[in-house]
């Protein structure tokens, strides 16, 4: 009885976020296997006829293995930007932090703004047009490392206050060049923080509708969030198709955030705690 009175509202928690988070899952997979006709009433009965094989099949195979292309896109955009990201925005949070000028206080200024204030986008568009990067995957990459650079840098600057300062000029005075202080001693300091940025990051430009649809039309230019257009229109929805397709979406991200969950949390209390 007094484990029931200590621990009901954690079980009460537990239960609510089982039915929040488990629920919509349980509902695509049910939708993903029935049939058209069935898939059209969307409900939550259970399916006549499984057809988990045919609508794999319709869905890869759908526009000319679309779903292959945007698999491609989608990883080259993401491991592009990461990498960009992961390498310039710990560089400027070790600046920042480490090395403060009359000029730190401007270059904060521009990275709050760049979490606060929202995309231009018809701008954004006319620069890439005038550069040549419009509808390009190069282009693409460049906008989301802008759009996310923010978050980054800030996660890199509270984790570098974590780092002792002797171990600096440790590496300075056994004649160690700056860029060998960052990547040899500094850097492989920021193992925690690192994965939490590129698992983060990762889930959420693989999974980026909008900047895509903007910035990067045309055909054999789908990421995998834009082929929901494909099974979808005014009057017209394939509903089996769809949530098949919404499941091969949301499995790798799902996979992703249940093997680094651990990293993730560790990654940001360690900056948020000591910084």
């Keep these: 009885m007094n484990l029931i009175k200590r621990y009901w509202l954690t079980a009460l928690a537990s239960i609510v976020a089982l039915v929040v988070f488990v629920t919509p899952f349980i509902f695509i997979i049910l939708m993903a296997v029935k049939d058209r006709q069935q898939a059209a009433l969307r409900d939550m009965s259970w399916p006549i006829n499984f057809q988990l094989v045919e609508n794999f099949l319709a869905v890869v195979q759908a526009r000319d293995y679309m779903l292959i292309t945007a698999y491609i896109n989608s990883t080259i955009l993401t491991v592009g930007s990461v990498t960009i990201l992961v390498i310039v925005a710990s560089m400027v949070g070790f600046v920042l932090q480490r090395h403060p ?32 990067l419009f509808k390009t995957l190069h282009g693409m990459i460049l906008i989301e490392v802008a759009y996310n650079m923010s978050f980054a840098v800030i996660l890199y600057r509270q984790f570098v206050a974590t780092i002792p300062r002797e171990m600096d000029e440790a590496a300075i005075i056994d004649g160690a060049k700056p860029l060998d202080v960052f990547f040899r001693v500094v850097f492989p300091m920021m193992w925690p923080v690192t994965v939490t940025n590129i698992v983060v990051q990762s889930v959420g430009i693989f999974n980026d509708f909008v900047n895509p649809l ?62």
Excluded: C, H
């Design 101 to 132: 000028t009359k000029w730190t206080p401007v270059v904060e200024f521009f990275v709050m703004a760049g979490l606060m204030i929202p995309p231009a986008v018809v701008p954004t568009i006319w620069l890439l047009q005038g550069i040549g």
């Design 214 to 275: 903007y910035y990067l039309p045309g055909r054999g230019n789908e990421t995998v969030q834009l082929t929901l257009y494909s099974f979808q229109s005014q009057f017209n929805t394939q509903y089996n198709l769809l949530f098949m397709d919404i499941l091969l979406v949301t499995i790798p991200p799902l996979l992703v955030f249940l093997f680094f969950n651990r990293q993730i949390v560790a990654g940001l209390s360690a900056g948020a705690i000591k910084g």
